[in-house]
């Protein structure tokens, strides 16, 4: 295995269901690059969230395996899964998932506080990140004070504040206009040209595919097309 | 330590509703507080009466016998013994007690005034004459104040005293007594050498009463006493083991009624983390994303429910505490005879009973967190995030 890669997928498979089973991967096999930013398209219900929480280590895969850094996700212990979870991923879902009674700063002090720093070096770290994204003069609001945009922006920061190998967003602009989504992904462009993180992007816009390095189709749990552009 | 960070802000986001919950804990440690001060200091009530107007210890004749003879021997070997405060030799048998035409029942006690008094505090329940005027010459009695009344008599009549088989006595009252309880109605004492006279037994007892400096401490003694004379020694304990074990079932019923009100308290807590848990589902799998351990989830919600808890312990303690001060100063009008000559209610604030109290509700307060915690920490992640 390259160093090069920071993921190896081998014969991934996902059945859900007891009764009808749904076979949401099938036998998927890939590597993703250190650094690469990349995009997973594919019609609904393809499969795309299913592998993203893969890699994401929110769900186990039906056989299979995925090794993140040369750790084999598939064999780790539930402390060893959060650990990872909190060092090496950063997510981004379509909805921002601030915790509502948390401030902009506190929020992105999160993922810091909770991989243990102390909260002095977290919230410099957190002014740190909300001023990269943008937001560095309101980290004081709340998400409710706060629009759709730049609370999406606020989850970018926090999805970045522990400096994580690995950032995956799944929709993450599906619920902004065009015109904020384009600026949110040329946002994540320059922070993975930055920071050489590895972007892995659910998208349904075909624009935005566009954009990225690389395009992985999915359909029917399988990969249809690999295309770096 | 970020969990506590999390927990306190769930709370304060939600005021409203996490202070009824801290209400209902506060409100049940009050009660409770005060039900435990009240039972306290009516048992405590009850044990100072009964330890006040009884000896200590009291030795009987030996099993078949009806007399303590040699009973000098017996005293000097009980005042030798460590922990006897007072002992005092008594004479004590039925007569029938005579004036005019009236004629009442009576227990005549023939004492040393002097050392009855060390045991029994005698002198304070003393309402006219002196209790040492039964040393003078000549018969004196002094008689409980309900016996006088039924007699109709008073201090410097002379009252005519039989049992059966004897030659009836004149004897001169000096003195009235009023103890509070119904021994006044039967109550006559006089000296000891006169009432051995009296029934021409001089020389010999019907028992010894004896005072001890720790009250309850008093069984090993009363043992040892047993043992090594021989005559029976029975403490106040065992004399009032009656009224002793009542105490103690009481305090066992109202121990359920306390789990109750705890439960109902508990119950609240509960409520307030379910609607917390089931309104952060999506935070919690978020949290869970971001690497939080399901053991972190756990911590915030039982913190919470800790944290509730704690607030209204002690809110429920100051409140408790008002109260019983409250009680206190208040005086009550209640009949004498239902609380042992009482007129006020008996509140004894005893440090323990807050802290078993306030650790009874924390323990209550903290299982009561335990479910809603438990489904936190083992929710799905991805489900999580989804449900919002
Ligand atoms: N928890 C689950 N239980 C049962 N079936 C599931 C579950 N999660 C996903 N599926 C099924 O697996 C398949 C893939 O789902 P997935 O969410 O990965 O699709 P997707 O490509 O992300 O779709 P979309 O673009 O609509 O978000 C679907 O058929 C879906 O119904
Ligand atoms: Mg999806």
Redesign the pocket.
Request: proline share 5%.
């Given at each position: 295995m390259s160093e090069k890669n920071i993921i190896q997928i081998t014969d991934l498979t996902k059945v859900?269901?007891d009764g009808v089973k749904?076979k949401?991967l099938d036998n998927v096999n890939m590597t993703i690059g250190r650094g690469e930013f990349m995009a997973i398209v594919?019609?609904?219900?393809?499969?795309?969230?299913?592998?993203l929480n893969m890699i994401g280590i929110l769900d186990t895969p039906t056989s299979g395996t995925i090794t993140l850094d040369g750790v084999d996700i598939t064999k780790a212990s539930e402390k060893e899964r959060s650990k990872m979870r909190n060092q090496k991923l950063g997510f981004i879902f379509q909805y921002h998932h601030l915790l509502p009674d948390f401030n902009a700063v506190e929020n992105v002090m999160m993922p810091l506080l909770i991989n243990g720093i102390k909260p002095t070096n977290a919230r410099a770290k957190a002014h740190t990140m909300l001023k990269e994204v943008g937001l560095g003069e309101r980290i004081n609001h709340k998400p409710r004070q706060l629009s759709g945009g730049e609370n999406q922006r606020v989850a970018i920061a926090r999805a970045l504040a522990n400096s994580p190998e690995i950032v995956i967003g799944?929709?993450l602009t599906g619920n902004l206009d065009s015109k904020t989504s384009e600026k949110i992904y040329e946002l994540l462009r320059k922070l993975n040209r930055e920071h050489n993180q590895t972007f892995i992007l659910?998208t349904?816009d075909e624009q935005m595919a566009e954009k990225t390095e690389r395009i992985i189709g999915?359909v029917d749990?399988k990969i249809t097309e690999d295309k770096s552009t | 330590m970020f969990e506590i960070n999390i927990a306190l802000r769930h709370i304060k986001a939600r005021r409203r509703q996490t202070t009824f919950s801290v209400i209902a804990v506060a409100l049940s440690v009050a009660i409770i507080i005060v039900s435990m001060s009240m039972l306290t200091g009516f048992r405590e009530n009850i044990i100072e009466t009964t330890v006040e107007n009884q000896a200590h210890i009291t030795v009987s004749p030996k099993e078949n016998e009806d007399y303590i003879s040699l009973y000098h021997g017996l005293e000097s070997f009980i005042r030798e013994q460590e922990g006897v405060a007072a002992v005092s030799s008594y004479y004590k048998r039925g007569a029938a007690i005579q004036y005019r035409h009236n004629v009442e029942g009576a227990v005549l006690s023939g004492v040393r005034p002097v050392d009855e008094d060390h045991v029994l505090n005698v002198k304070k329940d003393m309402i006219a004459g002196e209790f040492e005027s039964i040393l003078g010459t000549g018969n004196r009695i002094i008689l409980g104040s309900k016996l006088a009344d039924k007699l109709e008599v008073g201090i410097d009549d002379t009252v005519t005293v039989s049992f059966p088989g004897s030659k009836p006595s004149d004897f001169k009252i000096t003195g009235i007594i009023q103890t509070g309880t119904s021994a006044d109605e039967t109550l006559a004492y006089a000296n000891l050498e006169q009432v051995q006279d009296f029934y021409g037994k001089s020389g010999i007892v019907t028992g010894i009463g004896i005072r001890v400096s720790d009250v309850y401490a008093v069984d090993p003694l009363a043992d040892r006493i047993d043992r090594e004379t021989g005559y029976d020694a029975e403490s106040w304990m065992e004399q009032s083991s009656e009224i002793l074990n009542l105490l103690n079932t009481q305090r066992q019923f109202v121990f359920i009624f306390y789990l109750m009100i705890f439960a109902i308290s508990g119950f609240s807590i509960a409520n307030i983390l379910n609607m917390i848990v089931m309104e952060k589902v999506g935070e919690i799998g978020m949290l869970l994303a971001m690497g939080t351990s399901r053991k972190s989830i756990l911590a915030i919600f039982l913190l919470e429910a800790g944290i509730l808890g704690i607030i209204g312990v002690i809110i429920g303690a100051v409140l408790g505490y008002v109260s019983c001060i409250l009680l206190i100063s208040y005086t009550i009008p209640v009949p004498p005879e239902m609380y042992f000559g009482l007129d006020h209610l008996p509140i004894r604030i005893a440090s323990e009973n807050f802290l078993i109290a306030g650790a009874f509700s924390m323990v209550i307060n903290i299982l009561a967190g335990i479910n809603p915690a438990h489904r936190a920490s083992k929710m799905d992640p991805?489900?999580a995030i989804h449900s919002v």
């Open positions: 859900y269901g749904i949401a594919g019609p609904s219900g393809s499969g795309k969230s299913t592998l799944d929709e659910v349904h999915l749990g | 991805v489900e």
